[in-house]
């Protein structure tokens, strides 16, 4: 009787140990998950527009409202209605998806062009999404000669999944 219930004890003693390892490994495969970026992620994003510009007029000086789709693939955070607001270099950072984006464009007034400086932040937990964008005026073409101030362009809104959900 003695010898059964020492071996009854170890082998209580053996499974308390291996759930806790099991548990442990859980959590372990639950926070690396979550601190992953998706890989496919259709957002509908709304909110307000504020674009400021250099010369501002009366009409920019009013915020309007934006509504539109992101699609977050790769690493990159794509506007499905703007091929120029795109930004890449996705990562998530505590909560916070985060993504870089620098372009350069001709300009559509004379023969200058525009360099765009955009970054993107949408939050996993609440949906809040910011976009800023900043321009620059060159006199020559690809981000050449001399430079005069563009425009900011900044959105502030939420976001909320098509489909999925969010993260």
């Known amino acids: 009787m003695g010898i ?3 071996v009854r004890s170890g082998a209580s003693i053996l499974g308390q140990a ?12 639950v926070n690396a998950a979550a601190g992953e970026l998706p890989k496919n992620l259709l957002l509908k994003c709304e909110g307000k527009l504020t674009v400021i510009l250099t010369k501002p007029t009366i ?4 915020p309007k409202t934006f ?3 992101l699609s977050l ?4 955070l794509a506007d499905n209605g703007s ?3 795109n930004t ?19 300009s559509t007034i004379d023969a200058g062009s525009e360099s765009r400086v ?8 609440t949906g809040e999404y910011n976009f800023f964008m900043e321009t620059t005026h060159h006199s020559g073409r690809n981000a050449t000669g001399s430079k005069s101030e563009g425009m900011k362009y900044v959105r502030n809104g939420l976001c909320r999944t098509i489909g999925k959900p969010i993260f």
């Open 4 to 6: 059964a219930r020492v």
């Open 18 to 29: 291996m759930w806790r390892i099991a548990i442990l490994v859980c959590f372990w495969t």
């Open 59 to 62: 009409d920019s000086l009013s």
């Open 67 to 69: 509504s539109t789709t």
């Open 73 to 76: 693939r790769n690493g990159e």
């Open 83 to 85: 091929a120029f607001l």
């Open 88 to 106: 890449g270099n996705c990562e998530l950072k505590n909560g916070i998806v985060i993504c870089t984006g620098q372009a350069v464009y001709p």
């Open 118 to 125: 955009m970054k993107s932040y949408i939050n996993q937990e």
